[in-house]
């Protein structure tokens, strides 16, 4: 078939252009499983206390909603592998839509796609080469991570089983973002759409997992569970999942087939002959860049908080277990049960929102990366003012998202206990995860200011800080390395203990962090 | 002036972009930048701006520090990109009234006279634009600004003729108008048409600046002569060059100051029939990158 002709040449094109994502991201995975598989076994050394921790965590609700439950009480492997299960689920599924997006859309949009489809390179070969990356990466994460898992001391089959599972979903979103490539205007909107999904994914099986367990089989995300690494091994799962991603991307591929290269699915309606009045300053340009996704985010923050308002007051209740409430007052403090539920959610929100602000800082790194900074700064706008504009846009989004969150869950939870004041205290919960997307935000800044080419190291703070968050406890870290991490000076609110001082710093800490990247970026040439 | 660089350099990395570029384009002038490519036209137009910092020499814009007072400057000037990029998801005329309302506001009705002289859709999405009508945008918003001082890179890159035409007999109004005009091409006919002096780049440096008459003056005309008589002895004359016979057809090159000299020794030779030319500015520019090495 002409149409796959120059695959093989992509798909070296693509390795080479991914030569330090790809290992960094293989790496940093398959150690993270790794080491908490070998920390975990000396945590628990006897059956007994296997028993007991896993009656704990599948007595937690909050921990079930993140995570999911440990299928089998006295599995070992299953207790170590539920958070790395779920997380590195979450971690392929977004590099497979990163990676089908990059190779597919974002090539077309900077018009290279144009210039490889015009040599020998077929109509399908770009979507195939993309798919091609995506399941070969994942083979090797899978063999990488099933081969230091066994070394640890878990059994074979079972971290066979782990590469599977991630397996699974790595390839079930390389053909979601396949299918929303095609159907959206732009790399930027189709990567959201398929982020949205997974996002939809994520919730569906949290309250499947909780709430309803025939639910769960509905998200593509819950299926890493379902087959059940150490605990009953169900292969196949996997073919489940390789059913789903092949009729899903032979819809990506029917896209493909029917639409024009640089277009959408759906035609371009003419717009305005002329700017309105809002349009015709930077503040009204960064505003107009940045509302569509911002609306999109809201929407999807506040969906979650619905969710999160409905189970809440539940799930306080269900905690039935003693070592559920003592390890869930370890978490939040001695707050109310419910509280901590609520405050363990809005954390989570914390670290998505701080991803909003991240990707809407480096808005500022994309106009100079396509050229168009240097059309706007062209004209009597000071660079200073044009990069701070996108800063604010961010730490702004950063608190409008959270509020939308903090508002739906406020208002549901409300009305289920029947007590008006929780709106006031779910928002502030919500409201003070804030200052730790400001600081990735600074962070963004400080790095693009300094080197624009390298701004997307950005993402890699988030990452590293997340990770410091959920292993320093694990693998022993010292208090000062968890500590780097701003989600470790947020208020657990409501319920914990509000001080002004943490929240105080990490807005300075961001503050100095954006001055730096100012300070640099006017003494620097603009690209 | 308009315009004064002297000694610029700019290094990128281990690329020496400019080389000590002097530049001088007069208030009123329309000045052409000429030069092979990688010559470094468009990274000299990006200091001018200050976009890019040079690493030494020094630049004056409308009598001002272009780094330092970037803002200040680029109140009086407008910029079109070699490259245009634009906002995918914003209509073209949307663009241009951006970038007008960033400069204090441009009178619509100058906006709307040069749409439709340039026959551009302003309804129409960014991302749905030719690259031709991409430039039309840019050009538009530059054209219809008040601007004393237009800095043009390779404007007519992707236009139809009959836009270039359009674009041409704007520039002329420029020029009447009493505006500045730098443009960075490559297109030699029309550097010719409107350009009152040109600036020849090569690696980094001007090698050559002044008006078409000058720099003409300081080539080689080219002659073609039937003589009556052989044509021996006339190649060993001062200043000919390239001499070639065919039957009574003789060809050769002059140098300017040479031509006056050349010329009675073609006529003791009798001349039956004689052309002289003066060099093509493509014959210029071929002499000036010719010599790269
Ligand atoms: N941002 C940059 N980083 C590294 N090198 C650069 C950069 N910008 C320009 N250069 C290099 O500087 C040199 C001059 O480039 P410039 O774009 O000024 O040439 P030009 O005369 O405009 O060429 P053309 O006619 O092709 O447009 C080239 O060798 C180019 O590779
Ligand atoms: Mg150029």
Redesign the interface.
């Known amino acids: 078939m002409t149409g796959l002709a120059g695959v093989g040449a992509l798909v070296r094109l693509a390795l080479r252009r991914d030569r330090v994502l790809l290992p960094s991201w293989i790496a940093v995975l398959a150690l993270v499983a790794i080491s908490s598989a070998a920390a975990t076994g000396d945590l628990y050394p006897t059956a007994a206390s296997v028993v007991r921790a896993v009656g704990a965590v599948n007595d937690t609700p909050a921990m079930v909603a993140l995570y999911g439950r440990v299928p089998d009480v006295g599995s070992l492997g299953a207790l170590a592998m539920l958070k790395p299960l779920a997380t590195g689920a979450l971690a392929v599924a977004v590099l497979a839509i990163v990676l089908v997006v990059r190779h597919t859309r974002a090539e077309e949009?900077a018009g290279r796609l144009e210039l490889v489809q015009a040599g020998a390179v077929g109509r399908f070969a770009p979507l195939t080469a993309a798919l091609v990356v995506v399941v070969g990466a994942n083979a090797v994460l899978g063999a990488v991570t099933a081969v230091g898992l066994g070394a640890v001391g878990l059994p074979v089959a079972g971290s066979v089983a782990v590469a599977l599972a991630w397996f699974a979903v790595a390839l079930v979103f390389a053909a979601v973002a396949g299918v929303t490539a095609q159907l959206v205007?732009?790399a930027r909107a189709a990567t959201g759409l398929a982020v949205a999904l997974l996002g939809a994914a994520f919730g569906v099986r949290a309250v499947g997992d909780t709430a309803a367990p025939w639910l769960s089989w509905a998200s593509p995300l819950a299926w890493a569970q379902q087959v059940r690494p150490y605990a009953g091994d169900r292969w196949w799962v996997g073919g489940l999942a390789v059913l789903t991603a092949a009729v899903v991307s032979t819809a990506a591929y029917a896209l493909v087939a029917r639409r024009d290269l640089?277009g959408g699915l759906l035609p371009?309606r003419?717009?305005?002959?002329?700017?309105g009045r809002d349009?015709?300053?930077?503040t009204?340009?960064a505003w107009?860049?940045h509302r569509?996704p911002l609306l999109a985010w809201a929407a999807g923050f506040a969906a979650y908080g619905l969710v999160v308002g409905g189970v809440a007051a539940d799930v306080g209740g269900m905690l039935t277990s003693d070592q559920a409430r003592q390890l869930f007052a370890e978490l939040g403090g001695q707050g109310e049960l419910t509280d901590t539920v609520l405050a363990a959610m809005l954390g989570i929100l914390g670290v998505v929102a701080s991803v909003y602000g991240v990707q809407a800082t480096l808005r500022a790194a994309a106009e100079e990366n396509?050229?168009?900074a240097?059309?706007?700064?062209?004209?009597?706008?000071?660079?200073l003012r044009w990069a701070a504009g996108h800063l604010a846009a961010a730490c702004a989004g950063v608190v409008v998202v959270l509020v939308s969150a903090g508002l739906a869950a406020g208002a549901v939870h409300a009305v289920r206990t029947g007590d008006a004041g929780q709106v006031g205290r779910v928002v502030l919960g919500a409201v003070v995860q804030a200052p730790a997307g400001w600081v990735l935000a600074g962070i963004v800044l400080a790095v693009y200011g300094a080197a624009p080419r390298l701004a997307a190291a950005g993402w890699g703070a988030v990452v590293v800080f997340v990770l410091l968050g959920e292993l320093g406890p694990l693998l022993g870290l010292p208090g000062w390395l968890s500590d780097l991490s701003p989600y470790a000076h947020v208020p657990h609110l409501p319920g914990g203990q509000f001080s002004a001082w943490p929240v105080a710093a990490l807005a300075a800490v961001a503050a100095v962090a954006a001055f730096g990247g100012l300070l640099a970026l006017r003494?620097?040439?603009?690209g | 002036m308009a315009i004064t660089a002297s000694g610029l350099r700019k290094a990128f990395g281990r690329t020496q972009a400019l080389d000590g570029l002097d530049l001088f384009v007069r208030t009123g002038e329309v000045h052409g930048l000429l030069g092979p490519n990688g010559a470094g036209k468009s990274t000299a137009l990006?200091v001018l701006?200050g976009?890019?910092?040079a690493d030494s020499g020094a630049v004056d814009v409308l009598g001002a520090d272009p780094w330092r007072d970037?803002?200040?400057v680029?109140?009086r000037?407008?910029?079109v990109?070699g490259?245009?990029?634009?906002?995918?998801?914003?209509?073209g005329?949307?663009?241009?009234?951006?970038?007008?309302?960033?400069?204090?506001?441009v009178a619509?009705d100058r906006v709307a006279a040069m749409v439709e002289r340039f026959e551009l859709d302003?309804?129409?999405?960014c991302?749905?634009y030719s690259s031709g009508n991409r430039r039309k945008v840019?050009l538009v918003a530059a054209l219809a600004s008040d601007a004393e001082l237009l800095?043009l890179d390779e404007p007519t890159a992707g236009l139809d003729p009959l836009m270039q035409a359009v674009f041409e007999q704007c520039v002329r109004e420029a020029r009447a108008a009493g505006r500045t005009v730098l443009l960075a091409s490559h297109v030699l006919a029309e550097v010719e048409r409107l350009c009152d002096r040109v600036s020849i780049v090569r690696s980094g440096r001007v090698v050559d600046s002044g008006s078409l008459t000058e720099l003409r003056h300081l080539t080689t005309t080219s002659v073609r002569a039937r003589l009556a008589a052989p044509a021996d002895g006339l190649a060993a004359l001062p200043g000919v060059h390239d001499l070639s016979t065919d039957g009574d057809q003789v060809r050769f090159r002059v140098d300017a100051d040479a031509l006056g000299r050349v010329l009675p020794a073609l006529g003791e030779r009798g001349v039956r029939d004689l052309v002289c030319q003066p060099p093509t500015l493509e014959e210029l520019f071929l002499s000036h990158y010719g010599s790269r090495s």
């Open positions: 949009d205007t732009g640089g371009d003419a717009g305005p002959a002329r700017a349009l015709r300053s930077t009204g340009l107009r860049l569509g396509t050229g168009r240097a059309l706007l700064l062209s004209a009597p706008v000071g660079r003494g620097r040439d603009l | 990006r701006l976009l890019v910092r970037a803002t200040a680029h109140r000037l407008a910029y990109p490259e245009v990029t634009l906002w995918p998801s914003l209509t005329g949307e663009v241009i009234d951006l970038l007008g309302g960033l400069r204090g506001g619509h302003p309804t129409k999405r991302r749905a840019a800095v």
